[in-house]
């Protein structure tokens, strides 16, 4: 299994681009990486000493320092990815390993002692009802990790609005359902 992608540092500065690009203007610069173009005053009041009294005067190749971020949209879109793809890898591991034994077949034989192991016996479960078992765990920890990140891509889509407190009962919620 290839190790998820860590997601990225919040940038700390900023090169101006030419016209056009997303990092020509202070709000294209906080519009790309704030998500919130109103921020443009924040970089603005952290280079006023570089870049003088007019906010529009920006040269291509300035390097803006970027106020702390409280936030990064683009880092928790990163971890969602990366549990996108434990989830994802769960789910290839577990298809796997079903056709694996589905090659293999009845391999507990047709006489009684095989039916005892499959189907269980004097009121204990069988490999049946194990595996079972086993396969609706696992594919609910899949599901876990699937909804853990879109809970986290719903979070930094509305990154302004979000309440930690709201954050954590959600994920209490969802703990609770997975362990059930």
Known sequence: MTPPTLPPDPP????VTPWDTPHST????AEDLYEDSAKWRDIYAANRDLIGDDPGGLRVGMQLALPPMEFYPGYVRSVAGALDEEGGAIGT???DAMRRLDAIG?????DDLGTKFYKGAEGQSGYETGTGRVLDGVVAFADFYHNVAG????MADRHDDFEWENTVRVL??????AEK
């Open 151 to 154: 809970g986290l891509r719903a």
């Open 172 to 177: 209490e919620t969802a703990l609770k359902a």
């Open 12 to 15: 700390t500065h900023v090169t």
């Open 93 to 95: 591991k577990l298809a």
């Open 106 to 110: 009845n391999f507990w034989g047709g």
């Open 26 to 29: 202070l709000s294209g610069i």
